[in-house]
């Protein structure tokens, strides 16, 4: 994915409608986390099968991939106006959780890596 | 950003873990969306303006850029579980966002579409 | 709960620290959801039913209580700031509510009313 | 207002729906989220100012007190289901409050108690 493509075709659409003034760090972040809730809306009163069982039904998967798309399209448009690398942000990030969850330690254990309980 | 390789990247860490059994499509929708949410917390006293001398500030930044990551990497986490092409979700969405936001329309008017008044 | 009462002691509490700047209606919707996120922090990696015996556990009863009271403060003092009597908000909710989702339409189904399938 | 009376209310909506299968403090939690993002979308595109002058706008001060009041349901409905006693929470929050952010720290200043820079 040509993540500087998105970026600016994104760009590109903004301006054409006059909307970089409302696309400041801070709207876009509301309209970040107002999209990711859409996606706690499809599975807030599924089991955790059910959940999974989405992905073969082909209208509720649709509507998955329109929400992840949002979400995605905000994250985006905030990464550019923040000049965040967002592949080196995602590499960085990934060698961090391997420093702090280390498979010993985080094996079959969802605990955050600050509230993990000492083993002995 | 090859999508594919830090969907795999992903999956591994997390098989190597036994953290298959948590990363449902419903829980990695409550990770994603709390994950948003610290976001709104790095700009929810700032001004607009303020919000985008973030871009200048490298420790906010990074710790922006750190929120960002995990944004990402949950949601190609939730669509690789989900099966879904997340750029061609993409694509398809700003297809559809270029139909219900056309310019004359949308021109300097952030106002949802099916929110907006007709003009005449 | 006199809701009127906490409202003052919160406007006099941000008041004495010049916080009104901050607390635009905006603001105070992005701490909110900020707050609920916790909530979504403490249950994400449990089942529903790990979750029920929350109540049980002291410590995360605990950490819950502290994020539903933020949750509630930061409610309180949104509706302050809009004028909204949160009380008749809330008997005006319930009672749409009961004309949206019959007994007869919505037993043992969590579908949104607008998403419901029609019964024949 | 009589938070007890809101929260039998509440259960016994839930009772005549089935509804307690869905109801689990997890899936709560989402549910809460969701609402709580409802009023990121009323304020996401407007400027502080602009959020403050929907108290005089009667259609989106509606909009806002129900989406305050859905928040303020799943609230009660949540604490109900962990034996949460959602105003002693309060007042403990709000006591703790008072011992983080001192007037003469947090005057002016709404950074986090734990990023609060030190003053010489």
């Known amino acids: 994915m040509d993540i500087k493509h998105y970026q600016e075709e994104l760009a590109r659409f903004a301006g054409e409608r006059d909307w970089d ?16 809730s859409e996606l706690l809306e499809i599975f807030q009163w599924l ?11 082909s209208g509720e998967a649709a509507r998955a991939a329109e929400e992840i798309a949002d979400v995605l399209i905000y994250l985006l448009r905030l990464a550019d106006k923040l000049n965040i690398d967002i592949e080196a942000a ?5 060698a ?3 420093q702090k969850y280390p498979v010993a330690l985080a094996k079959g254990n969802a605990e955050k890596y600050n509230r993990r309980k000492p083993r002995t």
Request: with cysteine; proline share 3%; hydrophobic share 45%.
């Open 21 to 36: 003034q409302f696309h400041t760090p801070k709207n876009l972040s509301m309209a970040l986390a107002r999209e990711a």
């Open 90 to 94: 995602v590499v960085r990030k990934m």
């Open 96 to 98: 961090l959780n391997a």
């Open 47 to 57: 089991t955790g099968e059910q959940s999974c069982a989405i992905a073969e039904n």
